[in-house]
């Protein structure tokens, strides 16, 4: 099978929009591979901070980036991942507001995302793979077979996040969370390379008054629709 003929299905859109866990679902359901793009960034800039990296030294960043020494490996839940970094597991790390900030920053550099734009592409493997971010069908994957843009208003995606915070038990304030959010999808939306916006042909969710489970069920429909299940 050449790699044109694996079948990629992106789900694209702004943070706490739900794509991880519909992109982790879906791929735990197909038995395909799964790129959490979103993670790479994070990770990236998670190692500049352990390397005394600045978030704005872009030719020091592509260079960390093009040795980023990173695996992804599933867990017993299919919503559930581990991710390594240099041999530390980072999953929990990784996904603080601090580190999802400074992965918008980074991603915001070319030279950065020239680097990690071949590494993204070498997940396309058989059988098939689910990949989620925020250019995955707009650039990373533009023939994808299936493109899914998921978003949600801005005061929903807060309130999720302040919800997964408060049962983790961690500290979270709703006003703040929703300033960080908006703040995030300024930077990602006008960022002068690969801004977030939907692919021309992909298809539109608003997960505002959505369950998981009715966005994952639309997605798979979608799939479905394609002939990509066989």
Known sequence: MTEQA????TIDGPGGSGKGTIAGLLASRLGWNLLDSGALYRLLAFAAQNHGVSLTNEEALEALAAHLDVQFVAGDDAREQHIILEGEEVTRAIRTEAAGAGASQVAALPAV??????????FREAPGLVADGRDMGTVVFADAQLKVYLTASAEERAGRRHRQLLEKGEAANLAS????????DDRDMNRSVA?????EDAILIDSTQMDIEEVLEMVHKEAQKRDLLN
Not at 177 to 184: Q, T
């Open 195 to 199: 801004p977030l916006r939907p692919a």
């Open 113 to 122: 995302r020239a680097a990690l734009l071949q590494r993204q592409r070498a």
């Open 6 to 9: 694996i079948p990629v299905i």
């Open 177 to 184: 969370l929703l300033d960080e959010i908006v703040a995030r």
